[in-house]
């Protein structure tokens, strides 16, 4: 039931920028898109997350498309610290938890 | 700020037996706490949502008798995993929300190891 189609995974090279594809064709008005990280036996870390708008924190910028049908997450200069499962999830904002697919797996490399 | 604990970080127990997790909003008041398990090499999978002072509501093939969840205060949760089966061993995260409706932060998790 997953709404969201990711790469299962992807390699960058350490200090190049990191470029995550999220499809999520049948999103609805009113969803956000979230981006969540794995780091290997640790809980789920908070990324980024935008309804239209381009985003930018310190961590990451997301890129949705202008018909919202797919993103981007992008981490500019990529760490070992990286390394992780990233999780692309569209959810409405108020009481829906968080439902999880199956990600992609970076896997930065020196 | 936002941060969850949960404790302990690991547990091994014997087939039969009882354990308990707890999960901690340590910095804010957590309306409402979710409980997800991961089996290795796979993905989160939400077991159950519960609300301060309500009973929780578990996700289809969930068994509520089986995890018992108590969300007592805005700051504590726990899940009861009772007579545990090896087939129970896994990782258990749980995740807690404040009031922004768009934020939800997520514990360090538990590993279970049921012998």
């Known amino acids: 039931d997953a709404k969201t189609t990711q790469p299962p995974s992807m390699d960058c090279a350490e200090g190049r920028a990191a470029n995550l594809p999220c499809n999520h064709s049948t999103i609805s008005g009113n969803e956000y898109v979230y981006w969540y990280r794995q780091i290997h036996s640790q809980g789920p870390q908070y990324i980024i997350h935008g309804l239209k708008n381009n985003e930018t924190n310190e961590m990451a910028s997301l890129i949705i498309t202008e018909d919202r049908k797919s993103s981007t997450l992008i981490l500019p200069h990529a760490t070992l610290r990286d390394t992780a499962v990233y999780y692309c999830?569209?959810?409405?904002?108020?009481?829906?938890?968080?439902?999880f697919g199956k990600g992609t797996r970076l896997s930065v490399i020196a | 700020g936002a941060v969850v604990s949960q404790h302990p970080s690991w547990v091994i127990c014997k087939s039969g037996t009882s354990v308990k997790i707890e999960c901690r909003s340590l910095d804010f008041q957590a309306t409402t706490m979710f409980w997800y398990r991961q089996f290795p090499k796979q993905s989160l999978m939400l077991m159950a949502t519960?609300?301060?002072?309500?009973?929780?509501?578990?996700e289809q093939g969930v068994e509520k008798d089986k995890f018992l969840i108590n969300h007592a205060s805005l700051t504590l949760s726990t899940l009861t995993v009772t007579s545990a089966h090896p087939e129970d061993s896994s990782f258990y995260i749980c995740?807690?929300?404040?009031?922004?409706?768009?934020?939800?932060?997520f514990g360090p998790g538990t590993r279970l190891t049921v012998t």
């Open positions: 999830i569209v959810r409405l904002s108020g009481n829906t938890p968080l439902v």
């Open positions: 995740s807690a929300r404040g009031d922004s409706p768009y934020e939800q932060y």
């Open positions: 519960s609300n301060e002072g309500s009973k929780a509501t578990y």
